[in-house]
C-alpha cells in the first residue's frame, strides 16, 4: 500500500470518527433539551381553571435552573358551574394536573374531574354545563361538594359523585348522598394516610368534615363517619 493510499484510509478513518462523535452529541443534545424542559398544567379548585406551566431542571435531578413560566388561566365551565362554587378569602390553590418531561406524561388526580367538566354530549355541547343549566336546583347542591372533594384531594370519588346528582330526584336527598360519599372517601384517604405513615397539609380531619356536613351532622351515617375521623 502506498503512502497516499495509507492517507486515504486515514482521512476517512478521521471523517467517520468526526461523523460518529457528531452523531452523539446531536443524540446527546436532542436527549438534554427533550429531558430539561418539564411542562404540564395545574387545576385550581376554587376557580375550577387550568392553566400550563414550564420550567427548565438539570436531566435526572429536580434541581431548577429556571424560573416557572405560567400560561394563561382558562375555565372549561361555564357560569351554569361556576356560579355554584363557593368563594374563600384564601391564596387560590393551584393543584397539578399533568406533567410532561420529554416523551413521558403523568397525569394526576385533577385530570379526573377535568374529564368530567369537559365531557361532550351528543350535540358537541359540555355535559355537565347543560346539565347544571336544565337542573339549576341539583347544580347548586352538587358543585360545592364536587368543589370540596378537589380542595381536598378526593378525586377518586368524583365518579361516584356525579352518579349520584343523576340517579338523586330532589336537593335535600341529594345533598345527604353526596355528602356520605365525600365523608366515605375522606375516610378511606385518611386510613390510607396513617397506614402508610404519610402526611399531607389537605388530610381530611375531623373539624373539616363537621364543618363540610353543616346541618346534616345529625344523620346517622354521616354522624359515624365523623366520628371515625381523627
Request: charged share 20%.
Amino acid at each position: 500500500m502506498t503512502v497516499n493510499a495509507v492517507r486515504r484510509v486515514s482521512n476517512q478513518g478521521i471523517v467517520i470518527v468526526i461523523l460518529v462523535g457528531f452523531f452523539i452529541a446531536m443524540l446527546w443534545g436532542i436527549y438534554l433539551v427533550s429531558n430539561s424542559s418539564l411542562s404540564g398544567r395545574e387545576f385550581s379548585p376554587d376557580l375550577f381553571q387550568q392553566r400550563e406551566f414550564r420550567f427548565l431542571t438539570i436531566p435526572g435531578t429536580k434541581i431548577r435552573l429556571t424560573a416557572t413560566t405560567l400560561g394563561t388561566s382558562s375555565s372549561p365551565c361555564t357560569k351554569h358551574i361556576l356560579n355554584n362554587l363557593r368563594k374563600s378569602n384564601q391564596p387560590v390553590e393551584w393543584q397539578v394536573l399533568e406533567v410532561n418531561r420529554g416523551v413521558t406524561r403523568e397525569k394526576r388526580g385533577p385530570d379526573i374531574l377535568v374529564d368530567y367538566l369537559t365531557f361532550k354530549n351528543a350535540d358537541g355541547q359540555s355535559y355537565w354545563d347543560d346539565w347544571s343549566f336544565r337542573n339549576p336546583n341539583l347544580a347548586a347542591v352538587l358543585w360545592p361538594v364536587v368543589q370540596q372533594a378537589a380542595m381536598r384531594e378526593l378525586y377518586f370519588c368524583v365518579p361516584e359523585l356525579m352518579r349520584t346528582a343523576e340517579s338523586v330526584a330532589g336537593p335535600a336527598e341529594l345533598n345527604k348522598q353526596l355528602k356520605r360519599v365525600c365523608l366515605e372517601a375522606a375516610l378511606k384517604r385518611s386510613s390510607h394516610l396513617s397506614e402508610s405513615g404519610s402526611s399531607s397539609a389537605l388530610a381530611p380531619t375531623r373539624d373539616w368534615a363537621t364543618e363540610f356536613a353543616g346541618d346534616l351532622n345529625d344523620d346517622v351515617v354521616i354522624k359515624e363517619l365523623i366520628s371515625k375521623l381523627e
